[in-house]
C-alpha cells in the first residue's frame, strides 16, 4: 500500500515538471519590441497673448485653478489656497514701507505729550501719538516750547520684528506658491505628453510665473484635434 508521501509525489510531479518546462520555453520564446511615445510641444514662453497674460498677472489663482480642475482636482480648493499665499505675498510690500519709518533714536518719553517736557530733556524723548505712531519731541526756542514733530519714528525693536516677518512671510508665501505652481505644472505636462525638465521647469515656476501660467491657460484652450493620434505611455 502507497504511503501519503508517495501518493503525493505521484500526483504532483508531472504537474510540477510540466510548469518547469512551459516556463522554459517561454523564457527561450520573448520576443522584443519598442514602444513608440509621441510628444507634444507647447507654444513658446514668451510668445506672450493679450487674455493670458493678463489674467496671470491679475488673477493667477484662477488659472491654478483651472490647470487643478482638468488635473481631477478640487477647482476651489487650489483657488483659494493660492489665493492666500498670494495675499500674503503682497501683505510684505506693506510691511517694506513700514520699513522706510526711521528708527526711534531717542528714549521713549514716560509723559504723553512732548509739553510736559522742560528744554533739557525735550529732544531726547519721543512720545506716542494720538494715532498709535511714536513721534521725536523737539524743542522750539522762540516760543520756549516743547513740541511734537510730524516725523514718524518706529522702535528698535518693531524694526527687527518686521524683519523678521518679511522673511517668514516671504519664505511661505513665495515657496508655498512655487511648489503648487510646479506640481500643477509637472502633472499637466504629464497629461499633455509635454517633455519635462525638471530645473528648467522649476525656474520657470519660482522667477518667471506670469509666463508659465500663461503658456499654460493658452493649452487649456488649445484645439482638441491637436491631440488627435497623440499617444503614450506615462512613465
Known amino acids: 500500500m502507497m504511503t501519503d508521501s508517495e501518493i503525493f509525489k505521484e500526483t504532483y510531479s508531472p504537474i510540477n ?27 513658446p514662453l514668451y510668445d506672450i497673448e493679450t487674455e493670458s497674460i493678463c489674467l496671470s498677472i491679475t488673477v493667477p489663482y484662477h488659472i491654478i485653478g483651472k490647470i487643478a480642475k482638468s488635473l481631477e482636482y478640487g477647482y476651489k480648493l487650489c483657488y483659494y489656497c493660492y489665493l492666500f499665499l ?28 512732548c509739553f510736559e517736557y522742560q528744554r533739557d530733556k525735550c529732544e531726547t524723548k519721543y512720545v506716542q501719538g494720538s494715532d498709535g505712531v511714536y513721534y521725536p519731541c523737539s524743542y522750539n526756542s522762540e516760543y520756549d516750547i516743547c513740541y511734537q514733530t510730524d516725523r514718524k519714528c518706529i522702535e528698535k525693536n518693531t524694526q527687527t520684528l518686521i524683519i523678521i516677518t518679511i522673511v517668514l512671510l516671504n519664505i511661505i508665501s513665495f515657496g508655498g506658491c512655487g511648489y503648487i505652481h510646479h506640481q500643477l505644472r509637472y502633472e499637466f505636462k504629464l497629461k499633455q505628453l509635454v517633455p519635462y525638465n525638471k530645473w528648467e521647469d522649476m525656474l520657470i515656476c519660482f522667477f518667471l510665473t506670469p509666463l508659465s501660467l500663461a503658456q499654460q491657460y493658452k ?11 497623440v499617444t503614450g505611455i506615462r512613465l
Open 17 to 43: 515538471r510540466q510548469i518547469r518546462n512551459n516556463q522554459n520555453r517561454e523564457s527561450e520564446s520573448t520576443v522584443s519590441f519598442t514602444v513608440n511615445v509621441q510628444t507634444r510641444k507647447w507654444s
Open 86 to 113: 498670494t495675499i500674503l505675498f503682497y501683505f510684505t510690500f506693506y510691511l517694506y514701507n513700514q520699513l522706510l519709518i526711521p528708527v526711534c533714536q531717542t528714549q521713549k518719553g514716560e509723559k504723553k505729550t
Open 219 to 229: 493649452d487649456l484652450n488649445s484645439d482638441p484635434q491637436e491631440l488627435e493620434g
